[in-house]
């Protein structure tokens, strides 16, 4: 129902085989290594098809003649889940957490010409 594309290139399940969206799960690309995101909910534009539900579209950092990086940390565990739905007490979820860091690198090669990116997830 929903179209994912990465720099233009369809990023979709084609086949259905998964229930996840993505190929290979997941979020097969480190967050920090998009540019920029749009994000369309039920266009009317003609333009767009393929799709009923929403269309994500992501844009990919490009090179610079200056070197820059970053670093990026996320964490998640069972606490930050709700116990209280209007006033009802629901059961203790189970303990899970979930970690997500990673580092990007970029700079030129040549100058004007050739840039490199290096993202670690």
């Known amino acids: 129902m929903n179209n994912v594309t990465v720099d ?3 990023l979709n399940n084609n086949f259905g085989l998964s229930s996840d969206l993505l190929p290979g799960g997941g979020n097969p690309i480190a967050l920090d290594a ?3 995101i749009s994000v369309n909910l039920s266009p009317f534009d003609v333009k767009q098809s393929g799709f009923t539900g929403a269309s994500v579209n992501a844009i ?9 990086g970053s670093v990026y ?7 930050y889940n709700g116990t209280n739905i209007a006033g009802t007490k629901l059961p203790s ?3 899970t957490s979930n970690k997500i860091y990673g580092a990007t690198l970029g700079g030129p090669i040549i100058k004007n010409r050739l840039f490199f990116l290096l993202m670690a997830k």
Do not use: I, L, M
Not at 60 to 68: A, E, H, L, V
Not at 73 to 79: A, E, F, M
């Open 73 to 79: 940390g996320s964490y998640r565990n069972q606490s």
């Open 34 to 36: 998009f540019q920029e």
């Open 93 to 95: 979820p189970p303990a």
């Open 60 to 68: 990919t950092k490009s090179g610079t003649n200056t070197f820059t």
């Open 8 to 10: 233009g290139a369809n």
